[in-house]
C-alpha cells in the first residue's frame, strides 16, 4: 500500500515569531518534492515537523497506509519518514561499521543484504575508507557515507536537508545518481535546498516557503545544467 504522511492546518511559531503556516500538504510514496525557501525561512523545521521530531505550534500530521504503530510508541509519526540531517549523524567506529549498521530492519535476504551493501560502497566511492574511524571523515565523505546508509535501507519516504551543499562536483554526481536511484525504486523524496542544483531537477513538485507560506506548486524552478551533472546509474 502507498503511504503517506499528510500535513494540515499547520502553524509553525518560535515564541511570538511566525515561521509558517499552510493549510494542507501530502508527502506521499513516489513523489519527488523541492523544498525551497531562503536560509532561516524553515526548512529544516519544516521537514522535523513531518519527520515528528518536533510538534506545530497548531494543526496535525497524520501518518496513512503505514502498518500500525507499536503500542509502547509514544509518537506515531517517529519512524515513518527518515529525516537525513544536514551534518550528517554518524555513529563512533569505522565507515563499514556505520555502512552495516542499516542493515538489521532490512527485510532482504542475507545475500541480497551483502550485495546491496556493496554496491552501495561502489556508488558512494567508499572502498578506500572503509577502515577509516567515520569521524574522521570529511564533510562530504559523511554525507556520502549518510546517503549510501539511506540508499541501503530503501525508506518508502525520505527527507534529505540540503544533501549536497558543501559537496565538491565529484561527490554531487555520487549523491545525485543514489538519490536518482532510489526515485527510480519509488522512494518518495523531499529534497530540501536553497538554490536550485542538479538534484532539484529531479524533482516533479515544488514546495516554496515565502512570506511565511508555504506554497505547493508543479512548476519547478528550471536549473541551467552545466556539463557536470549527468546521472550516472548504479548498475
Ligand atoms: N528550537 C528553536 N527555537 C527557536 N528558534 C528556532 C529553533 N529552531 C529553529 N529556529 C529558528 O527558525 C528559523 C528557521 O530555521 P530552519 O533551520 O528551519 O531554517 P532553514 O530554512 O532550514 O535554514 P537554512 O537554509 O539556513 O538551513 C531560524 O531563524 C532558526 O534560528
Known sequence: MTVKLVAKNIRKNFKDRLLFEFEQLTFCQGDVI????????????????????????AGTVTAEGFEPTKWWRKNSLLGKAVYLHQHAYLFDGSVEYNI????????????????????????????????????????????????ARAWITQPKLLMLDEPISNMDKQSQKLVLAMIN?????????????HQTCGLTALCQKHWHISEHKVVESNHIPRFEQSQEFHYVSAN
Open 181 to 193: 536511484q532510489l526515485k527510480q525504486d519509488g522512494t518518495g523524496l523531499l529534497i530540501s535546498s
Open 34 to 57: 523541492y523544498l525551497q525557501g531562503d536560509n532561516g525561512s524553515g526548512k529544516s523545521t519544516l521537514m522535523k515537523l513531518i519527520a515528528g521530531i518536533i510538534k506545530p505550534s
Open 100 to 147: 552495516r549498521y542499516a542493515l538489521p530492519k532490512s527485510q532482504l535476504s542475507p545475500q541480497q543484504q551483502q550485495e546491496r551493501v556493496e554496491q552501495a560502497i561502489n556508488m558512494a566511492q567508499l572502498g578506500a575508507l572503509l577502515k577509516s574511524d567515520a569521524t574522521d571523515l570529511s564533510g562530504g565523505e559523511r554525507q556520502r557515507l549518510a546517503v
